[in-house]
Nanobody, 115 residues
Framework: QVQLVESGGGLVQAGGSLRLSCAASGFPFKINTMGWYRQAPGKQRELVATITSVGSTNYADSVKGRFTISRDNAKNTVYLQMSSLKPEDTAVYYC?????????WGQGTQVTVSS
């Protein structure tokens, strides 16, 4: 059974940093692309960053230069290091995997950036 468990969210002041973690299980983590998405109130869920099995990364323009996605295949965990946070980064952040034809999502972790 695929499970994705996010952690690391919280309340931070603008300009601060947070590191999100997503612990994965139930599928061959190291050969799968992993992604971070976010959804702000009243808005659609949007891509934040992805990382392939070989470590190639892709970022939304809004977070380039501020966020870094990484993975530890030994721990079946993907991370999102967020720096220079802005109030507009406030959202629920979700981890996603697609081991096959179905998208799997974690339960999300709230990130709130105060101005």
């Amino acid at each position: 059974q695929v499970q994705l468990v996010e952690s690391g969210g919280g309340l931070v002041q603008a300009g601060g940093s947070l590191r999100l973690s997503c612990a994965a299980s139930g599928f061959p983590f190291k050969i799968n692309t992993m992604g971070w998405y976010r959804q702000a109130p009243g808005k659609q869920r949007e891509l934040v960053a992805t990382i392939t099995s070989v470590g190639s990364t892709n970022y939304a323009d809004s977070v380039k230069g501020r966020f870094t996605i990484s993975r530890d295949n030994a721990k079946n965990t993907v991370y999102l290091q967020m720096s220079s946070l802005k109030p507009e980064d406030t959202a629920v952040y979700y981890c996603k995997a697609r081991p096959g034809l179905i998208d799997y999502w974690g339960q999300g972790t709230q990130v709130t950036v105060s101005s």
